[in-house]
C-alpha cells in the first residue's frame, strides 16, 4: 500500500458543511469511492489523507500543497501533468482548496478585497440574508440547462444568487449557458463566496477561454467543435452523416457541451474539471472528440446504438450513451490528451477563423436594413483629389520600388526621395517598436501630403498600455486621422492609415442604428516586411461602379476591430488585441498581408497627429 498526506481541511468541518448546506446527502451513493482517515498512534485524526492503493511503481497522490508550491513558482506545465494523472477519489477534499487556487490564477482583479462579494449582494438584494421565495436568474441563462447535480433546495438558491450577482458585475454577459451548471460544481467543494471568486476567475481570464460569454462565442464553439471532429474523428463525423443524410450535422454539435455537462456521470465530470479549471476550454474539446469516437466504436458492436435506433435523434442519443460511458474517468482523460495535433494554436487559428466568417456572413447580411447608407460614402475625396492622390501614390510607388532596389544593388538602406524632403522633421525622433526609421520614411512619404508636415504622437502602445480593446478606446477613439503599425510574433510588419475617428462605431443614423462600417477613401493598407507595399482604396482607380463590398474601410466594436471588408477582412483583432487575421478584400484590393493568414501580436502601436 502506498499512501500520501494530502494536507487539506478538517473533514468533519468540511464534510458537514458540505452534505447539510449545499449537496442532498442521499446523493453519497454516488460518490461512494474510497476515503480513509489515518492518525498517527500520537496524534489525534483531524486531517483527511486519501490514500491510493497501487501495485508496482506507481506515485502516491500529489497534495495539495505540493502544487501550490509548484503554482507560486510558476511550474504551470508541471501543475498540468499531475492534474491529468492523479485521480483523486471522488469525494476528496483537497478540491475545496484545488479548485480555488486553480482558478484564482486567471483572476484580472487582484485587488478584490475581503468581503467584496458579500457587499454586492447586499447592493443587489437589499441583504446577505437567503430569500426563501425564488430568484429570477439572468436572462443569459439557459433555463433549460440549470444542472443542480444533486444540490439541495438551499443549494440551488445559492447557485441562483452567485449567478445573479456575477451578472450583476459583468454586465458584457450576454448569453452562458454552461455558468449556471459550472456553479453548481464549485458549490460541491467549496463556500458560497470561494465560488463566486472562481467564477470571476473563470469569466475574467485574458490568457485561457474557459466560459462563452455571448451567442457569437456560443456560436463559434461550436462550429470549431465541428470542424476539428472533421478532422479529428472523421470517421465517426463520416458515420453519423452517412446514417442520417437529412439531419444536418450542425444539429448535432450544437449541443456538444452538453454530452460533457448533460451527460457524463458526476465522477467523470468532476475529474475533467480538476483540469478544465486548470487549462480552459481545450480540455472539453478533446474530451468531446473522444466521447465521439467511443460512441461511433460502440455503435459498431452494440445493438443499442444502431442505426435504426439513434438516426432520428443522434444528439440525444450520445447524451444517453454519455450517461453509461464504458471508460473510467481516468482512461477517459488519458484519451484525452493523447489526441495529436490538437495544440492551442490550431484551435485558436480555427475559432479565429470561423469567427471570422460569423462576424462577415453577419454584416453582409444585413446589409440591406443597416448598410443602406454606410458612413463610408461621407466625405469621400472629390474627383479631382481622387485623380490627385492616384498620381501620387503612382509615382510614389514606382519611385520606391526602383529606389529600393538600387539601394540593395548598393548594399544602403535608404528611404525613398520624398521621404528625404518632406519626412525627416516630423519623423526623426520617433522611437518605434515595431519598424525601423527606414520603415518609417517609407511609411511617410505613402501619407497624404497634408498630414506629412504634423507631429506624430504615440497614443498607443500594447508595450506600455497592455493589450486591451477598452484601453484602445479610451486612448484613441478621439484622434483623426490614426496610424495602426502591428508586428507579428513572426515578425511581419503592416498596418492601415485610418481616415476617420474610431469613436465613430457609436455615432447612429436617423433611424437610431449604428453604423457597421465608417470611414473614408483616404483610408489605406500598407505592408513594411517581408513585402513593402501600399494598398489605397479601390475607389481611387477611377469613376468605376462601385459595390458596397468596395466602401468598407472601418468596422469596431467591444469586441474586435476591422479594417476592410467585401469577400474577406484585410486586418482583424481580436478583444485582447492578441490574435488577428488578415486576408484579401474588396474595399482595398490587397492580398493577406502576412503568409499564414493568421497572426499573433507582439506590438501594437498606434499615432495621432498633434495640432490637426
Known sequence: MVGKVLGIRDLEQFSSRRSSVYVDPECEKFFELPLFIAASSN????????????PGKEPALRSFTEIQQLLQQGKKHIVKNILRENSWPINSPIRSQLWPQLCAQHLTKSNVLDG????????????????EKPIMLPAFVDATHCLPYHLTGTGRSVADRIVNVLGYDCPDITYSPVLYPITSLLLHFMSEE??????????????????N????????TWKTVMQIAKKHAKSAVAYFQRICPGQKLERVF?????????????????????????EGIKVLYRVALVILNLFHKECQSNNEWSPDNIKND???????FCKKIPVSPAKLLHAAFSIRGLSTQYISRIFIKTEMLLKSRSVLNSGSKQLIKSRSSDNLPTSQSQVNIQMMSHTLTIREKLHSESCRNLGEKSPGHRAIAMGVYPIHNLKSQVCKNED??????????????????????????????????????????????????NNEVFGAYCSSRWFERNVKDDKGQRQAYFGTGETFLFSLYPERAKYPWVGIEGDRDLGHSSELFMAADSKMITIGGGEGQAIWMDENIRFGKTDSCKTFNNPPLCPSGDFEIRVLEVYGFVGI
Open 43 to 54: 496524534d489525534i485524526t483531524t486531517k483527511c489523507q486519501c490514500w491510493q492503493f497501487s
Open 116 to 131: 467584496f462579494y458579500w457587499e454586492m449582494v447586499h447592493q443587489v438584494f437589499g441583504t446577505t440574508e437567503l430569500s
Open 194 to 211: 470561494e465560488a463566486y471568486l472562481c467564477l470571476a476567475g473563470l469569466v475574467g481570464s485574458k490568457e485561457k477561454t474557459f466560459i
Open 213 to 220: 460569454q455571448t451567442k457569437l462565442q456560443h456560436e463559434v
Open 254 to 278: 450544437m449541443d456538444w457541451c452538453w454530452w460533457i455537462l448533460a451527460g457524463l456521470p458526476f465522477q467523470h465530470l468532476v475529474r475533467i474539471m480538476d483540469c478544465y479549471f486548470h
Open 314 to 320: 443522434i444528439g440525444n442519443a450520445l447524451i444517453k
Open 440 to 489: 518609417l520614411f517609407t511609411l511617410w512619404s505613402w501619407l497624404p501630403v497634408r498630414i506629412t508636415m504634423y507631429q506624430p504622437v504615440l497614443l498607443y502602445t500594447t508595450e506600455e498600455h497592455g493589450c486591451s480593446l477598452t484601453t484602445f478606446y479610451v486612448r484613441v477613439e478621439q484622434h483623426e486621422p490614426t496610424l495602426l503599425m502591428i508586428k507579428t510574433c
